[in-house]
Nanobody
Framework: QVKLVESGGGSVQAGGSLMLSCTTS????????VGWFRQAPGKQREGVAA???????VYADSVKGRVTISHDNAKGTVYLQMNNLQPEDTGMYYC?????????????????WGQGTQVTVSS
């Protein structure tokens, strides 16, 4: 059973940093993509960044230069380092995984999702 657990969310002031973690388990695909998504109250879920099993990465334009996605295959964990956070970064952050060899930040490409971790940025 594929399982994803997010952690690392919290409350920070504008300009601060957070590192989110997504611990994955239960899949046996040789190629896969893991994406980070966020959803603010009253808004649609949007893609933030994604990484595939070959370390290819993709970022949303809104976070380029402030966010880095990485993975530790030995730990089965994908990280999202977020710097210079702004109030508009506030939302529930989810990670998702599915089989495939290209990273994507399109939510409908993923069939497995975690429960999310809350990020709140105050001005």
């Amino acid at each position: 059973q594929v399982k994803l657990v997010e952690s690392g969310g919290g409350s920070v002031q504008a300009g601060g940093s957070l590192m989110l973690s997504c611990t994955t388990s239960g899949f046996i695909w040789s190629t896969y993509s893991v994406g980070w998504f966020r959803q603010a109250p009253g808004k649609q879920r949007e893609g933030v960044a994604a990484i595939d099993s070959t370390d290819m990465q993709v970022y949303a334009d809104s976070v380029k230069g402030r966010v880095t996605i990485s993975h530790d295959n030995a730990k089965g964990t994908v990280y999202l380092q977020m710097n210079n956070l702004q109030p508009e970064d506030t939302g529930m952050y989810y990670c998702a995984i599915d089989e495939g060899d290209l990273p994507t930040i399109k939510a409908d490409e993923y069939g497995y999702w975690g429960q999310g971790t809350q990020v709140t940025v105050s001005s």
